[in-house]
């Protein structure tokens, strides 16, 4: 079963970053990354500003990799359903939960691959921090390693595409995602005025804690996305998404102080919908919390088990979905 997971899995990986949303959603976000540290320039305080930057960066890789994991899912899966593409698939020695488990593990895997590049955007970002004034002088390692990194990543992939056939929107993920970490390793080790630096200097372990539980809310919303895609279509699946989003950030605010007080009702809900605020802690950041560990470890254990309920549904519901 293992190996069919993999099979399917490597097929959704390759076939979810070669769609052009994704591409869309790659570049988009990353040009917002890059945008960020002007667009926080208003609070006329420089600390104000540089937790501004935190916060819009962290909501931002969160808003694009929900709208990444609905149009992925969709245009993996409920799409073969609806071309009845799946039928050459499931009618081979796979079953309906290998096909399930595969296509969560590609379209996430996808994800997660543009929410490491999308983090590297944004580390090269905090690094490079707010102007707030005139005197200030960019941070030029930043912004020709990055800028770099990224013409690079765009003409090999376009050399390719004219020269080897190559599809232009995995070629780019390819080549793109490892020059950007390659231009973020270069960055730790030289210094705003170009002299060389111990790599833990600008190495922001914090902020990497807080990126790591966005990646694994991504992972949570990619599996309601997979759950939802089996009987739903692109745009109903989208507005499934993002009430997800929304209730689960709300939770605490929403359910959790009547549930406190012994609502049954409150306290139903407070269980079933997902609190993603464990997952957000861009607060924590601002008001200088350290996020310790165990703290991760709970938070993993929690997504983790949840995912295993929404994928599990949504085998239960592709089980009894004609494909046919």
């Not at 912004?143 to 780019?172: D, E, K």
């Not at 390659?182 to 600008?202: C, E, N």
């Amino acid at each position: 079963m293992l190996q069919q997971i993999w099979a399917v899995a490597r097929n959704t990986f390759v076939e979810t970053i070669r769609q052009p949303v994704y591409v869309v959603l790659l570049l988009g976000t990353l040009l917002l990354m890059a945008l960020n540290p002007a667009i926080c320039a208003f609070t006329l305080d420089t600390e104000g500003d540089n937790k501004m930057l935190v916060d819009l960066g962290l909501s931002t890789m969160f808003v694009a990799g929900l709208l990444l994991a609905a149009f992925s899912a969709t245009g993996v899966f409920s799409r073969e359903i609806s071309n009845q593409t799946v039928l050459t698939v499931i009618s081979k020695p796979i079953g309906r939960a290998a096909f399930v488990l595969g296509k969560f593990a590609g379209v996430y895997g996808a994800i997660a691959a543009a929410g490491l590049a999308w983090a590297i955007a944004f580390l090269l970002g905090v690094r490079h921090e707010v102007l707030t004034t005139a005197d200030q002088e960019l941070d030029m390692p930043v912004l020709l390693f990055g800028a770099g990194a990224l013409a690079l990543g765009v003409g090999l992939a376009a050399f390719g595409n004219y020269y080897y056939r190559w599809v232009f929107a995995s070629a780019l993920a390819a080549w793109l995602i490892p020059l950007l970490v390659a231009a973020y390793g270069l960055v730790l080790l030289v210094g705003k005025h170009w002299s060389f630096q111990p790599i833990g200097t600008d190495f922001q372990g914090q902020l990497w804690i807080a990126i790591l539980l966005v990646i694994l809310a991504l992972g949570l919303i990619s599996a309601v996305a997979i759950a939802a895609s089996v009987r739903l279509g692109q745009v109903l699946t989208l507005l499934v998404c993002a009430g997800v989003f929304m209730v689960g950030l709300s939770s605490d605010y929403l359910f959790g102080r009547s549930a406190a007080e012994g609502h049954w009702f409150a306290g139903f809900f407070y269980r079933v919908v997902p609190n993603l605020g464990f997952l957000w802690q861009a607060d924590a950041l601002s008001q200088g919390r350290a996020l310790p560990f165990s703290f991760v470890g709970q938070v993993a254990a929690y997504t983790g088990l949840y995912v295993c309920g929404v994928i599990s549904l949504a085998i239960g519901l592709f089980q009894t979905r004609e494909v046919g």
